[in-house]
């Protein structure tokens, strides 16, 4: 068996400039312990200035040509000199909100209405007229493009369609084509 030597080194002299190598010391920092009355002396006035508190805060000026007494005597308007508040109507809540058309296309888990009702449902959508032209709404996966289209994908493309009826101002019809929609005709997350 063959034995390493036991002999460590020697410690590195002050060049701090050169790389550490494997044996090398590790360089410890020079301690002085000081005990003693000067130590505590210093700790407390550290100590105290940490939990020395700010001064009071002074009262605000008073406004020009105002003497105190005045100031707690200040004009005020009276409680019954002023006008009742009105009360304000809330404005009607509309019948059919997307929140609602949302949660109608998400109930049990639907992604979206299949593909021949989905194109019927397409037909409601109106174009939008812009600066630059006409503007289609989102297009549907339809086709090949339906079969590789994840249901995550589909349902995002039906809510915005649903925004974009909602836009237009046809969500009533929207919702009710989606009520008519038997349970078959939609589209479920782990359904293809």
Wanted: proline letters at 11%; aromatic letters at 8%.
């Amino acid at each position: 068996m063959a034995r390493l030597p036991t002999h460590k080194s020697p410690a590195r002299s002050g060049d701090l400039d050169r790389p550490w190598q494997a044996g090398d010391t590790i360089p410890a920092p020079e301690v002085e312990h000081r005990d003693g009355d000067s130590a505590w002396a210093l700790w407390t006035q550290v100590s105290r200035q940490h939990e020395a508190r700010f001064q009071p805060t002074a009262p605000l000026t008073l406004p020009p040509g105002m003497g105190t007494e005045e100031a707690a005597w200040a004009r005020t308007q009276p409680a019954f000199g002023a006008s009742p508040l009105r009360s304000t109507r809330r404005a009607a809540q509309p019948l059919f909100t997307l929140e609602s058309a949302l949660l109608l296309a998400r109930r049990n888990n639907r992604v979206c209405p299949r593909p021949q009702r989905w194109e019927a449902f397409c037909e409601l959508l109106p174009p939008r007229k812009t600066v630059r032209g006409t503007a289609r709404p989102p297009a549907p996966p339809t086709g090949a493009a339906w079969g590789v289209t994840p249901a995550l994908t589909k349902r995002l493309c039906f809510r915005e369609q649903l925004e974009w009826a909602e836009r237009e101002g046809v969500l009533e019809a929207v919702f009710a084509f989606m009520q008519s929609l038997a349970e078959e005709e939609w589209l479920h997350m782990g359904e293809d």
